[in-house]
């Protein structure tokens, strides 16, 4: 979890992306829904924030066939507090 200006984050596995305006009291779904990539969905591990509406998450893509076990490294940022995502390539292919 994260604190960027007066809004909580919180990540979680099936693209789960929340957002607390309030402290925690109430949580809003950000994220992507449950989004798919190929035989892939994205299982967020980390988040941090960078300013106020800057915010950064990051995981892997897991495989939803139990044959294929290794997960490709995923990294988002939303610089408007979660409305929009955009995927960062950072340049090494390697499972996390």
Do not use: C, K
């Not at 305006?21 to 941090?48: E, H, I, K, Y």
């Not at 893509?61 to 044959?67: D, I, P, V, W, Y």
């Not at 490294?73 to 390539?89: E, F, K, R, Y």
């Not at 950072?90 to 996390?96: A, E, F, L, M, R």
């Amino acid at each position: 979890m994260t604190s960027a200006g007066s809004d909580l984050y919180l990540v979680g596995g099936h693209a789960v992306i929340l957002r607390s305006p309030d402290d925690g009291t109430t949580w809003t779904n950000v994220g992507m829904g449950q989004m798919v990539l190929g035989s892939r969905f994205p299982a967020f591990l980390a988040v941090t924030a960078g300013a106020e509406d800057d915010v950064w998450v990051g995981g892997e893509l897991q495989a939803s066939a139990a044959a294929d076990t290794r997960g490709q490294g995923i990294l988002l940022h939303s610089n408007d507090a979660g409305q929009s995502w955009q995927p960062v390539t950072v340049g090494d292919s390697n499972p996390v």
